[in-house]
């Protein structure tokens, strides 16, 4: 009797255990995560979660006006691995109900980087004391100072009270949405859109800048600006070009299905072609592509093609497909894009498979051809909608320049 008593009870025991496991769960809510960089410095963001109809994990992460929507949880224990929209990178570590401890990891990249985060909390930054100065309005900024890496940037920012939103721009692209605080006289914005990890740190007058730009632990850049409401950018319709001796832009890369793909396959022929220079991986790229998506699904047009040539970090050519795969799949996107080169991105590298470009100076890029095969627009970098009128100019301009491409006779 003793023995079936303790027998009855370790089974219970068991039972409750097992029961206990599979109900560990985290809290719905309002949650703040830090991510460490470099020199021990914390980037914070804000996320929601949430569960969808049938009762799975909703992930919302908040970056000013952008919202990223983080669907794939996999638990098991006490064990958490959340993977990214569309990108490589995933959570990895332990939870309890109102904390998650792991790292933020990205295995192409060769990057990893502590991830902390709890439940309750839903400011962003710490605000010391009310804000000396309102930065709002457009400065001439410059990163990477008294370096050969010097490059400009334009500040784009709107501050009310302590809270403070905007990007940086530069002349291949943008820092997407900015959000973060003014207090006393420091600057505080921090992003994570589920690839860059972005912290910018300033001390701050009423006319200038001077700070820090730290992307994950891999990347720390000095910057400085100055307020400049007349400040512009190189044009980024000058930057790319065909180099002397050539008079014609071709590729052939490979599609999912092993097939090589060029620009005088029948699919292109008397046909306008934007060729987008791009990786799975790369923000600005995934921007410029949901504006393709949404162009083409709003302005179909048959003598319009699309083809994505894409230059990826994955170590491996199967790893670089799974990735193209992915974005095609949960963006919609149905214009071809090939693998151009995996393993790494390096733009001199890049140059090398398009030997008739200057040079690759910006994923993404986009080369505009005409339907007899002449190469009439090359379109470096992308703003994306973190950039206010700087995106609806550029919608004009694009909307402009296919109307007139398109309206032309072929043939080649």
């Given amino acids: 009797m003793k023995r079936t008593w303790l027998l009855l009870t370790t089974v219970a025991l068991l039972v409750t255990s097992c029961k206990k496991e599979q109900e560990q769960s985290l809290a719905l809510g309002d949650w703040l995560a830090k991510i460490e960089v470099s020199d021990g410095q914390i980037l ?41 929209p569309i990108f490589e990178g995933h959570i990895v570590g332990t939870f309890t109900e109102n904390e998650i401890v792991g790292e933020f990891i990205e295995e192409s990249k060769e990057r990893r980087v502590p991830f902390h985060a709890t439940q309750g909390i839903s400011e962003r930054f710490d605000v010391q004391e009310d804000a000396m100065v309102n930065i709002s309005g457009i400065w001439e900024a410059y990163f990477n100072i008294n370096t050969d890496g010097e490059y400009p940037a334009k500040g784009i920012f709107m501050q009310n009270g302590n809270k403070i939103k905007g990007t940086f721009r530069t002349k291949t692209g943008d ?44 990347t720390v850049q000095e910057f400085m600006g100055a307020r400049n409401e007349g400040f512009e950018l190189p044009d980024s319709d000058n930057l790319t070009f065909l180099r002397e001796g050539y008079d014609k832009f071709d590729f052939s890369f490979p599609n999912a299905m092993g097939k090589n793909v060029s620009l005088s396959d029948p699919m292109f022929k008397n046909k306008v072609v934007l060729i987008q220079i791009m990786g799975t991986w790369c923000t600005n790229c995934l921007d410029e592509t949901r504006f393709y998506v949404d162009f083409l699904e709003n302005n179909p047009n048959q003598d319009l093609a699309f083809v994505g040539l894409a230059f990826e970090y994955a170590k491996t050519e199967e790893k670089a497909f799974e990735g193209i795969k992915r974005l095609k799949e949960r963006e919609g996107v149905d214009y071809p894009i090939l693998l151009a080169q995996y393993g790494t991105s390096n733009k001199q590298k890049a140059n090398e498979k398009l030997p008739m470009l200057n040079h690759i100076l910006s994923y993404p890029t986009t080369i505009y051809i005409d339907k007899k095969g002449e190469v009439r627009k090359i379109h470096t970098g992308f703003n994306g909608p973190a950039t206010g009128e ?8 694009f909307n402009k320049t296919v109307q007139e491409l398109t309206g032309e006779g072929a043939t080649r």
């Fill in 44 to 84: 914070p963001f804000n996320f929601t979660l949430s569960l969808d109809g049938d009762g799975k994990y909703v992930m919302k992460i908040w970056n000013a006006e952008e919202v990223v929507v983080v669907d794939e949880f996999d638990m098991e224990g006490d064990s958490i691995n959340i993977r990214m």
């Fill in 175 to 218: 820092y997407r949405y900015l959000e973060g605080v003014v207090t006393g006289d420091s600057m505080k914005l921090s992003a994570f859109d589920g690839s860059h990890v972005f912290l910018f740190l300033a001390q701050v007058t009423d006319s200038t800048l001077n700070g820090k730009f730290y992307s994950g632990k891999h």
């Fill in 390 to 397: 700087k995106f609806e100019e550029f919608k004009q301009q």
